[in-house]
């Protein structure tokens, strides 16, 4: 973290200018938890969104199948067992099983509140599934009932600190208006989501891993970045990157021939190494009758929506598909959680979602939906509540604290040039799109994309942003080039495969490399194993 300089630039020439108890950065479903659960716990909470909160983010547009098992043993068991090994048996079962406490009862507090649960074909409530634009509407309503002050269109784009290093609020802009706001805050939930890179994955948009660079530029640590590079199915002219219906498909080369060993569990590494050289096509033919094709239809209605409109049947026609990437949003790395408050290495800085690392319950592989919404709002809830006690127990004289912020890189009204967002954007995709770099990875190619990406970091961090217009935009191409070099440099450490890590040079799985590595750093990124063993709760480094 720099050192205090506390007439520092932006903050001083804010329009807006609050304070309060708690302040969400995001307003996904671990936001809204977050938001709800302090407020309920006596704190004032102000949410702010880069979007509208309720229809932005990756969840807002999709049908969430949550990790809801009744509390009996046996599926407990089977539950926490599941996924365990795909993900290296880095998580921790004590973490799963207070997640599947938490979400329980998250679930029943949903159904007590008359959330409109869908019914399946035979009249069945259907309580594992969340539908996006229902689940978000309700939530929002939910935190405003309870007290919640939301600004809507009003990204973060700095966190603010005190002369002790205590997180203590965070400034950023209105989309709209252009007007900028400073909310100092005793606590700061950031539950910002992951970072998809702008591959234009469904509800991704906004996913430009700002909580990410905001944590760094504090001081925060990472955990899990190498487990950073999932991709996702989806036909080649759409955003729309629901992978559940694509178990049902046939994968095929252009003249019809299948693709062998393209619908199985690694399905998407033989899908990626063809797209590499030559198209690939699909058709959900495998198995599916007319009752499947009616609960697909009410499950996931959007994931039809681009077949619709180009008059295409997925079950009886073969269409092109693509793999986009989703990097942390269905990745596992995110910022490091020290303790069951959902607490980040910093005081006053507490972390919830995508933005999150995963690992604790998922190691280094996931999906979509099912543990990750299970996660936001467990995790949400935890972290809510902990700001809102820690808070609270700081008194009125918080308020009183001079306080700065930290926020450089896409930021600075100095430097001896500038440089193009949208252009920085676009060689950082260069480096971290391509399946023969990203998704199968080597020293070589890692290292090679390092040079290039710090390079590009430096030319960042030496430039000024002299139009306000440009801010935001800035601040997102910072965000995806220190996201990139965290993932990297952590791809680099782990010389081996484990969960969704895959490294071509290092094919196997290391027993000596069971651990978890922590990354952090802006100029200067490190890496290094994390000292608790994965079958522990973490302790604080």
């Given amino acids: 973290m720099s050192n205090p300089t506390l007439d520092k630039k932006p903050l001083n020439d804010s329009d807006l200018d609050l304070t309060t108890d708690v302040l969400i950065i995001g307003g996904g479903?671990?936001?809204?938890?977050?938001?709800?659960?302090?407020?309920?716990?006596?704190?004032?909470?102000?949410?702010?969104d880069k979007g509208f909160c309720g229809t932005s983010g990756a969840a807002a547009p999709s049908g969430n199948g949550v990790w809801y098992v009744p509390k009996d043993p046996e599926q407990r068991e089977a539950a926490m067992a599941s996924r365990e090994a795909m993900g290296g048996f880095l998580a921790d079962r004590n973490w799963m099983a207070r997640v599947l406490d938490r979400t329980y009862d998250n679930m029943q507090f949903l159904i007590n509140s008359n959330y409109p649960f869908r019914t399946d074909n035979n009249g069945q409530v259907v309580y594992r599934s969340l539908q996006g634009p229902d689940y978000l509407h309700f939530m929002r309503k939910k935190i405003v009932t309870a007290g919640v002050k939301i600004l809507d269109h009003s990204p973060a784009l700095e966190l603010l600190v005190d002369t002790e290093g205590v997180v203590a609020g965070a400034g950023g802009i209105n989309r709209q208006s252009g007007e900028r706001w400073k909310i100092r805050a005793k606590a700061v939930v950031i539950a910002?989501?992951?970072?998809?890179?702008?591959?234009?994955?469904?509800?991704?948009?906004?996913?430009?891993?700002?909580?990410?660079?905001?944590?760094?530029?504090a001081g925060a640590e990472f955990s899990g970045m190498e487990f950073s590079n999932a991709y996702a199915i989806c036909p080649a002219w759409s955003s729309v990157t629901k992978t559940l219906f694509y178990k049902w498909a046939s994968f095929t080369y252009a003249d019809g021939t299948i693709i062998e060993g393209a619908g199985s569990q690694r399905g998407r590494s033989v899908i990626a190494k063809t797209l590499m050289t030559q198209p690939v096509y699909a058709r959900l033919d495998q198995g599916v009758d007319e009752q499947v094709k009616a609960w697909m239809r009410s499950s996931q209605p959007n994931f039809f929506v681009p077949f619709d409109r180009a008059g295409i049947d997925p079950f009886t026609q073969r269409f092109p598909v693509t793999l986009r990437l989703e990097g942390t949003v269905r990745g596992?790395?995110?910022?490091?959680?020290?303790?069951?408050?959902?607490?980040?290495?910093?005081?006053?800085?507490?972390?919830?979602?995508?933005?999150?690392?995963?690992?604790?319950?998922?190691?280094?592989?996931?999906?979509?939906?099912?543990?990750?919404?299970?996660?936001?709002?467990?995790?949400?809830?935890?972290?809510?509540?902990?700001?809102?006690?820690?808070?609270?127990?700081?008194?009125?004289?918080?308020?009183?604290?001079?306080?700065?912020?930290?926020?450089?890189?896409?930021?600075?009204?100095?430097?001896?040039?500038?440089?193009?967002?949208?252009?920085?954007?676009?060689?950082t995709q260069a480096e971290v799109f391509p399946y023969?770099?990203?998704?199968?990875?080597?020293?070589?190619?890692?290292?090679?994309?390092?040079?290039?990406?710090?390079?590009?970091?430096?030319e960042i961090r030496n430039s000024q942003v002299t139009d306000n217009s440009q801010l935001l935009r800035s601040r997102e191409a910072a965000a995806m080039v220190a996201t990139a070099r965290w993932m990297y440099n952590s791809g680099i450490q782990r010389q081996e495969t484990r969960g969704m890590h895959k490294r071509v040079d290092h094919p196997q799985q290391d027993p000596n490399q069971h651990y978890r590595l922590l990354t952090g750093g802006l100029d200067t990124v490190w890496v290094k194993p994390e000292t608790a063993s994965p079958s522990r709760e973490l302790a604080v480094v």
Avoid at 33 to 42: E, H, I, R, T
Avoid at 368 to 397: F, Q, R, V
Wanted: aromatic content about 8%; hydrophobic content about 40%.
């Fill in 332 to 427: 596992t790395g995110g910022i490091r959680i020290v303790d069951y408050t959902c607490a980040s290495s910093v005081p006053g800085l507490y972390a919830a979602g995508d933005a999150a690392t995963r690992e604790l319950i998922c190691g280094g592989f996931t999906g979509g939906g099912s543990h990750n919404a299970a996660w936001a709002m467990s995790s949400g809830y935890w972290s809510g509540e902990s700001a809102a006690t820690y808070a609270l127990s700081l008194g009125d004289k918080a308020e009183e604290r001079q306080v700065y912020g930290v926020g450089e890189a896409g930021l600075s009204r100095s430097g001896n040039q500038t440089f193009s967002p949208e252009e920085a954007i676009a060689q």
């Fill in 29 to 48: 479903p671990a936001g809204t938890w977050a938001a709800w659960s302090a407020a309920n716990s006596g704190a004032k909470v102000v949410l702010v």
């Fill in 192 to 217: 910002t989501g992951g970072c998809a890179f702008l591959s234009k994955a469904l509800g991704c948009n906004v996913l430009t891993g700002d909580g990410l660079l905001m944590a760094a530029e």
């Fill in 436 to 458: 023969g770099r990203n998704l199968f990875r080597t020293a070589t190619g890692l290292n090679e994309s390092l040079e290039r990406l710090n390079h590009l970091w430096q």
